[in-house]
């Protein structure tokens, strides 16, 4: 059972952003339901007012500007699953998004949603973190860049201020030479651990950035795992990627919870990114 | 509607105009109205199950303009100008789908509870992709939970409606 409460349409991000800052703490933004809409069900959380952001134009596209890919705050996973854009220039994305719940949450589930909830246990903040993505934030006046490593504080915690709105994820174009990927693991419905790792390959391996998620509160990058594949050649890399592995397993963060214990999840976390650089590297 | 009589003074409306099973409703809802309550308890058709609440287990699925959705966590007003089909409105004059042919003849379900999901979005899947591997049927189906029979009959069974549909097209 929901309770009861009113519902507002903006149609502009400045209406929206004026509606947050009126209302506050008692207001909150909607747009696919799909996790926000369950904690409402379960009475973790109540509102007296959801702001509908689906009838906001222009934030349901994948588009390139300046070297991004512009990925609109109300795609759903659906679309970007399907995205031609998507598929040829961020292949671990859309393999990530065909991999996000099932089928009906991808169908209204949005990307900004996703982000904007900041559940732990959820996949694209992490692979973003690692693609060093930007999130564009919005209010009446004015507009800011927050990067997706400052952009995810707590679980359930963002870097938004109240009445901002999240409207765009700008994610840099790679080079040719660019290799990412995005693995996870779980047993229950949501993933247990999550790691993305992406780098350029140029005989060596360089500009490597590696983010964990789901075993902490928030996707973190772990910078003591990117230093020891840093400037290494491949072969070196590999040899050292469990090593790797290791460093970030103590440095995610992990906490026991229902999906593992911590000195599981620092387990899992050294093998996935061994995975997730060798599934990067083929 | 006897269910408009309980609604607080108040209340927001939110006049809805959709196509359900092909004929056009107009109704109003509140906005925390669900639309596994407004086809069940309002509109009276029953196929659609309440299972884990959670979009987790597929039992609620409802197709909107031929996508499948969670009745369970999908607000009634978001029906606007849209399309709902619900298990009821799948036979045509009588006449059962070739999915609901294929779960009889290949024994597709046992208690039956989380059949008429299993059916809408396998018709989904069926709908954007004719011909899809077992591995894409998986894919597309992990999120329909049947807990009796093991999933080899269903997936038997779209299979056979599969080859069925496309022999027809």
Known sequence: MLRRFRLEEPESVAEAAELLGRFGESAKVYAGGTELLLAMKEGLVQYERLINVKKLTGLSDVTTADGALVIGALCT????????????????????????????VRQVGTIGGNICFAEPHADPGTLLIALGAKMIA????????????????????????????????????????????????????????????????????????????????????????????????????????????????????????????????????????????????? | MAKAMTKHSDAQSIPVSFTLNGRLQEIEV??????????????????????????????????????????????????RGRSVLTIEGLAQDGKLHPLQEAFIEHGGFQCGFCTPGMILAAKALLDENPDPSEAELKHFMHGNICRCTGYKKIIESIMAAAKRMRAKA
């Open chain 1, 77 to 104: 996973h659906h679309q970007l699953e399907n995205s031609p854009v998507l598929r040829d220039k961020l292949p671990a994305l859309t393999k990530l998004e065909q991999n996000v719940a099932n089928v009906r």
């Open chain 1, 138 to 282: 919005e209010k009446s006046s004015s507009k800011r860049e927050i990067t997706a490593e400052d952009f995810f504080v707590d679980a359930y915690e963002t870097a938004l201020q109240a009445d901002e709105v999240l409207t765009k994820i700008q994610v840099p174009i790679p080079a040719p030479n660019a290799r990412s990927a995005y693995l996870k693991f779980g047993y229950l419905e949501r993933p247990s651990v999550g790691v993305a790792v992406a780098f350029n390959l140029n005989g060596g391996v360089s500009g490597v950035r590696i983010a964990v998620g789901c075993a902490g509160p928030a996707p973190r990058r772990v910078a003591e795992a990117e230093a020891l594949l840093e400037g290494k050649s491949k072969d070196e890399a590999l040899r050292h990627v469990a090593e790797a592995g290791a460093a970030a397993g103590r440095a995610a963060q992990a906490i026991s919870d229902l999906h593992g214990s911590q000195e599981y999840k620092e387990h899992i976390v050294g093998v996935l990114l061994k995975r997730a650089f060798q599934s990067a590297l083929s």
């Open chain 2, 30 to 79: 509140e906005p925390h109205e669900l639309l596994l309550d407004l086809v069940r308890e309002q509109l009276g058709l029953t196929g659609a199950k309440r299972s884990c609440d959670v979009e987790v287990c597929g039992a609620c699925t409802l197709l909107v303009d031929g996508r499948p959705v969670s009745a369970c966590t999908t607000l009634a007003f978001e029906v």
